[in-house]
């Protein structure tokens, strides 16, 4: 190679690496990083006067991402479950969105926790939500897609179980957290929505001191 074709070379290197970086970074921009990838749990904002450490989350709402500061419930009895759009308890959604109208204008709030950990609620979170809405007329708020068992499970969880000692075996597994912010008991997925003991339990709580 004679002196002129060298010097050519040397000159064409940096440009094609300029190209290179370009298209790299234009393919990032064309595929961003999937929604499935963000984590559920958002930074914990400051808690609005008294907010129990069980409420002291916040996280994407499902249907919109916006933000969610649990301690808005702080006062409240809340049942919290992780739910799934293609399982046998799916049904269970009617349940809760009936007890959560009936008990709303008394202080209940249900809390649901979409989660693939079962393998059965693989959808986007749009999915989800038109699923939610369109098949049982839920209203009661749904937060973002998460775990809610294993090495990421959300920081919620990760306190429910460390409260109760255990985590969910399925899904529509549910907690009670009573005015007080204080964990008061697990349900597996067997007890539905309208159990009388169940309902007794959350009648109870509803009649304690705000």
Known sequence: MNRRQTALAASVRPAMLVIALAAASAALLLHPAHAADKPAALPAAAPAGNCPASLNFQFPRLQDEAPQNLCQYAGKVVVVVNTASYCGFTPQYEG??????????????????????????????????DFCYNTYGVKFPMLGKSHVRGGDVNPMYALLAKE??????????????????????????????????????????LAGPR
């Open 96 to 129: 809760l969105e009936a007890l959560y109208s009936k008990y709303r204008d008394r202080g209940l709030v249900v809390l649901g926790f979409p989660s693939n950990d079962f393998s059965q609620e693989p959808g986007s979170a749009k999915e989800i939500a």
């Open 164 to 205: 109760t000692g255990t985590t969910p075996k399925w899904n529509f597994y549910k907690y009670l957290i009573d005015r007080n912010g204080k964990v008061v008991g697990s349900y597996n997925s067997m007890t539905t929505p309208d159990d009388k003991q169940f309902v007794a339990k959350i009648e109870q709580l």
